[in-house]
């Protein structure tokens, strides 16, 4: 009896928190080594105004009462290159240059990988054939595009121009559902897997985020809606599949006003 549950408790580890930042919410789950989950969602408002000192205080709030864990992923709704935040078009404007990896290793001291939150998501539904698109309606409109597996990182298809001079953020984000409603919202939607399907030329496409619930139309055989909870589940992936980040305090351009460095660090650092 004592060597089966030593057995599976070793199974269990490395444990991962996974957490997924949106516009509107954030949410993190614990993971054990194969991307199962061990507890519940937990998932909080996100702050607003959204700056990186109030989500990183947010994000400590979340995941009080999870358990114990030995490495973090997190899904970002932005680009993200080396560990530091380049775009952030659904958070505060001050996002861009924070080295997200480095605060939230000083945060949590623990290890810590982030990636685009599409392809996060992605990373929990894909298949690993063929070229996979991942679409995720949520605040904005996040994509991702896998070619057996491999990831395309970085793909910002919602800054395009989609139609009458609009991008498809602009015409498919929650905002613009809010405006034009759900059906008109979905004619758009429409279009837009037509026009995709025609540019990528992909052999499936999975519809995500909070908003795929408001999906209606009918959909093609190779188009899936998959669980928003695929966000948190695919955070594994950032470990088993690489995405490795430099050491935190590489690339570091700013940090929040509270949580400068001390003087005697900065010079240590110097």
Do not use: C
Not at 71 to 89: H, W
């Amino acid at each position: 009896m004592a060597t089966t549950q030593k057995q599976t408790s070793l199974a269990a580890h490395p444990v991962t928190l996974a957490i997924d930042i949106g516009g509107s919410g954030i949410k993190g789950i614990l993971l054990n080594q194969i991307g199962q989950p061990i507890g519940e969602r937990k998932r909080i408002t996100t702050p607003q105004p959204s700056t990186p000192q109030a989500v990183l205080s947010a994000i400590t709030e979340l995941i009080e009462g999870l358990g114990k864990f030995d490495r973090v992923s997190v899904g970002f709704p932005g680009v993200i290159q080396q560990g530091r935040i380049k775009t952030a078009p659904n958070l505060d404007a001050s996002w861009p240059g924070i080295n997200l990896v480095a605060e939230l290793e000083r945060q949590l001291h623990k290890p810590v990988r982030a990636a685009n939150d599409a392809d996060v998501q992605g990373f929990g539904a894909i298949k690993g054939k063929g070229v996979e698109l991942v679409i995720t309606l949520g605040t904005g409109f996040g994509t991702a595009l896998f070619i057996n597996g491999a990831l395309v990182p970085n793909l910002e298809i919602a800054h395009h121009p989609f139609r009458k001079g609009q991008t498809y953020e602009d015409d498919l984000g929650a905002a613009a559902l809010k405006k034009v409603g759900k059906k008109k919202w979905n004619q758009r939607l429409d279009k837009a897997m037509t026009t995709l399907d025609r540019v990528i030329n992909y052999d499936h496409l999975y519809l995500g985020g909070g908003n795929g619930k408001k999906v209606t139309i009918a959909l093609p055989s190779n188009v899936t809606i998959i669980s928003n909870v695929a966000g948190l589940l695919g955070g594994i992936a950032l470990w088993a599949n690489g995405h490795p980040n430099p050491p935190s305090s590489a690339g570091r351009t700013k940090t929040p006003s509270s949580q400068k460095p001390s003087q005697s660090k900065r010079k240590a650092q110097a």
